[in-house]
């Protein structure tokens, strides 16, 4: 592989659009933060590469890593192309079905998502396979031709292909897209390549999730590339996807699925990069941007993941970073619920027309606006292109719509927003770290996004974390770890048996199968052989059990020495992670899996920064703090601040992509490549 220079990653949020342009060799870094364009995405993209084009010649840069929300966006709004399913008779209704289990389990009332596909565009084939892949009843061929011809009639746009037990044998399902693929000219989705996996419901709603963005991902993409050749780009994109790995933009349009997490998923890449950085391993994310906030946890250096996702409702089994999201960001909307209770979010003011303080027709008071009120920020120096914040109108949205109503002062209402905002993300990161046995004290709360290091203190005392990190380039992380990831493809295939009784040579085959898909895949991708690696793992349980545990394996084909530990191992996993364990009870192997990752050229970050505290000094201005009230701040230029020095609060340090507020009783200190930690100290 060629050595790497120019490197752009470009991640699109619900309200602002992050470019980063690094030099890998000299270790500098260029940042853009514009605002999104919603409805129109490419256009905010497409305008950010014109303004780099005044730093660099596109023709010379080696990548473009692309994390985007348009697959998300499409499913939350239900903007997907018109899709049908293809189904064993008897199962058509399987994906509205569902099953039992409710998030609410008492709400009687509860409404399910819409179908993403009809019950008028599900169609039931004649043929079954049992739960070896072993033939019951053939395919009734030439049903298929009237089916095509129904699809044609009705302009349905992508199919997905979902029988039963596929995953065992994927026969039947290739030859309805053989036949389909003769009279159609549209995307057509096997359950077989996409999750070739058991539990009907989960893979027959990943297949049609898959299939239904197809067309959606296909013009998008198809655009952007477009649109970066005739800038002079000359290299093929790369994407994204929910695992942190990325693919490439063929990857992205056959399995746009796997993409719906790809921002999210970058920004925790990137917190991981950071930790190892500065020597932190056990981090605890918080991404605040403009329209959401997204917590995840990593331990040991590894982000958690999980294959149990769900995107507004709907059920996409395949491997991402575990990432519990909520609706709070800097343009998440305050307002009065009808027991006159102050609450913000979950909707937001977005891009458009954005907060008040925006001046782009926003009438609706938001955390952002609250800042702006409380000395937070700088009207003189906002983000993402903007000429400067108006504050009056901040204080009047404030004033009229909370602060009035509730009977409070303009401070009282504007901390309060953001006390509730806290709350809301306090109680996010409880999720993912004290619900799953995990004390927040043992961490680092590492805050990143736009917003997000605006809250990071406030959140880490109320935790009682003992210390908050803010990387160099917080507000454009998730940009900045599109470009630390390597390129990798997750498969999977169900091979249900008890231990005792599974056949070791069908295990090394099935590996040796997947291994040879995923090098196939990297090479294509400009992967050199020495450069690939393989992570083989596997599902198992207790026989019975309606939930597995997944287990590392060594990277070699497993012994009957090896096979037959695999229990053992089981159970002490088990113990570790439940608390119990069943040593007499028989384990079933479940899935194997295996991901296949090309390694790709590792950046490092130019250090030791030079300068003086006082050259990065700026006048002080009133800031309002909780219980301290209005107290003189000193305020300070991120991009002056030299390396491996200290101050105190209150201050607050201004960026090009987010500010920082240090409160009273806080201490802060600069590493050596411009990460700023700040330590919550004894009062």
Not at 315 to 336: L, Y
Request: hydrophobic content about 40%; glycine content about 10%.
């Amino acid at each position: 592989m060629s050595s790497i220079e120019m490197l752009i990653g470009i991640d699109i949020g619900g309200t602002f659009t992050d470019i980063v342009l690094l030099d890998s060799k000299g270790g500098t870094i260029e940042l853009l933060k514009l605002p999104s364009t919603p409805g129109r995405l490419e256009e905010g993209v497409t305008r950010g590469l014109q303004e780099l084009q005044q730093e660099v010649n596109l023709a010379e840069v080696e990548r473009i890593v692309h994390g985007s929300t348009v697959a998300t966006n499409a499913l939350l709004e239900g903007k997907w192309a018109r899709t049908a399913l293809i189904t064993t008779k008897g199962f058509r209704d399987v994906i509205e079905i569902g099953r039992q289990n409710r998030p609410n389990i008492y709400d009687l009332f509860v409404e399910r998502p819409r179908p993403i596909v009809p019950r008028e565009l599900r169609f039931e084939v004649t043929e079954r396979l049992d739960y070896q892949g072993r033939t019951i009843k053939s395919l009734d061929e030439g049903a298929i031709e009237g089916i095509a011809e129904e699809l044609l009639r009705r302009e349905v746009k992508s199919v997905a292909l979902s029988l039963l037990f596929s995953y065992a044998n994927p026969e039947h399902e290739r030859k309805i897209a053989e036949i389909l693929g003769k009279r159609l000219k549209i995307p057509i989705t096997l359950s077989s390549e996409v999750l070739p996996e058991f539990r009907e419901f989960e893979r027959t709603s990943t297949t049609v999730v898959n299939a239904a963005l197809r067309p959606v991902i296909g013009d998008y993409l198809e655009q952007l590339e477009k649109e970066a050749v005739r800038l002079g780009f000359k290299r093929g994109w790369q994407i994204m996807q929910s695992n942190a790995g990325i693919t490439s933009s063929h990857g992205a349009e056959s399995q746009p699925v796997k993409i719906v997490l790809s921002g999210p998923a970058a920004g925790v890449e990137g917190a991981r990069f950071v930790g190892e950085q500065t020597g932190f391993h056990n981090l605890i994310t918080l991404d605040m941007g403009g329209t959401s906030c997204d917590v995840s946890l990593i331990r040991d250096g590894k982000a958690t993941t999980t294959t149990e996702g769900e995107v507004g409702g709907y059920p996409i089994k395949v491997p991402m970073v575990d990432i519990h999201t909520i609706g709070a960001g800097g343009g998440s909307i305050a307002w009065i619920d009808k027991g006159r209770a102050l609450r913000v979010g979950p909707q937001s003011a977005g891009a458009e027309p954005g907060p008040v303080c925006y001046g782009r027709g926003g009438q609706e008071p938001t955390v952002t606006d609250a800042h702006l009120v409380l000395g937070r920020l700088n009207p003189a120096s906002p983000l993402g292109g903007l000429r400067g914040l108006d504050l009056e109108g901040a204080k009047r949205a404030i004033h009229e719509r909370i602060a009035e109503p509730l009977g409070m002062n303009l401070e009282e209402a504007a901390q309060g927003i953001l006390a509730v905002a806290d709350a809301n993300m306090e109680r996010a990161i409880r999720v993912i770290s004290v619900e799953r046995g995990y004390d927040p004290r043992d961490f680092v709360l590492l805050a990143f996004g736009g917003a997000g290091p605006l809250h990071g203190a406030g959140l880490a005392a109320i935790l009682g974390i003992p210390k908050i990190l803010i990387p160099q380039t917080a507000g454009v992380l998730s940009a900045f770890g599109l470009l630390r990831t390597d390129l990798a493809h997750d498969y999977v295939q169900s091979l249900v048996r008890e231990v005792s009784k599974i056949d070791l040579a069908k295990i090394n085959k099935t590996y040796d199968l997947l291994k040879r898909k995923g090098r196939e895949e990297l090479l294509q991708e400009g992967v050199t052989e020495e450069r690939i690696r393989y992570q083989p793992s596997l599902d198992m349980r207790y026989l019975g059990q309606s939930y597995e545990l997944n287990l590392a394996l060594p990277d070699h084909r497993l012994t009957q020495e090896e096979l037959e530990r695999l229990p053992e191992e089981f159970h002490k996993r088990h113990q570790q992670v439940y608390g119990h364990a069943a040593p007499g009870e028989p384990v079933e192997l479940v899935n194997l899996r295996l991901r296949a990752v090309g390694l790709m050229g590792k950046i490092e970050l130019r250090g030791d920064r030079g300068g003086s505290l006082e050259e990065a000094r700026r006048a002080a201005r009133p800031v309002h703090f909780p219980k301290a009230g209005w107290v003189k701040t000193q305020v300070f230029v991120r991009e002056s601040l030299p390396a491996g020095v200290s101050l105190e609060g209150p201050a607050i340090i201004e960026g090009r992509e987010s500010t920082i507020v240090i409160p009273p009783q806080m201490g802060a200190s600069t590493d050596r490549f411009g990460n700023l930690i700040i330590e919550v100290k004894e009062a």
